[in-house]
């Protein structure tokens, strides 16, 4: 009969084993920072794993949807791209560039008139944005 002391062992190296894999498993803003730092060594297959893990980890995570959208306009898969970005703007819609990069992405797709109108978004939360940062310097 096993004792008590190895009864106490087992139990906490089974709590052990289910404790410790949550606490390596990364967030979904580190899952996109990775993200980033994929595409600026231009492994554009790792980012786009990344991303998809950042969405993966939080489906509300705003940055996940807007990195793979990149990802998906370098690839020229622009129809993914423009859902991406729209879904990124659904969970935010002052996102700056998000904003910019749906622009760019209908222009690819020669939906012109969808691009000028998220130009004009973009222009307008970028100057109220920079407004507000100046503001928030000149307080300091």
């Known amino acids: 009969m096993p004792s008590i002391r190895?009864?106490?062992t087992l139990c906490l190296l089974s709590v052990l084993v289910l404790i410790l894999p949550q606490c390596s498993d990364k967030n979904s803003d580190e899952y996109y920072r990775e993200?980033?730092?994929?595409?600026?060594s231009q492994d554009y297959e790792s980012a786009e794993r990344a991303f998809q893990n950042a969405?993966?980890?939080?489906?509300?995570?705003p940055n996940g949807?807007?990195?793979l959208g990149g990802i998906h306009n370098y690839?020229?898969?622009?129809?993914?791209?423009?859902k991406d970005f729209l879904t990124a703007l659904r969970i935010d819609p002052t996102f700056v560039d998000a904003h910019y990069s749906l622009g760019?992405?209908?222009?690819?797709?020669?939906?012109?008139?969808?691009?000028?109108?998220?130009?004009?978004?973009y222009r307008r939360?970028?100057?109220?944005?920079d407004q507000y940062m100046k503001e928030e310097a000149a307080t300091r």
């Open 55 to 61: 969405i993966d980890k939080n489906p509300k995570n």
């Open 125 to 129: 939360l970028k100057k109220k944005m």
């Open 6 to 8: 190895t009864f106490f």
């Open 35 to 40: 993200g980033l730092s994929y595409v600026e």
């Open 104 to 121: 760019y992405t209908y222009e690819q797709m020669g939906q012109t008139k969808k691009a000028d109108r998220e130009y004009a978004i």
């Open 75 to 82: 690839q020229k898969k622009y129809e993914l791209a423009e």
């Open 65 to 67: 949807y807007y990195g």
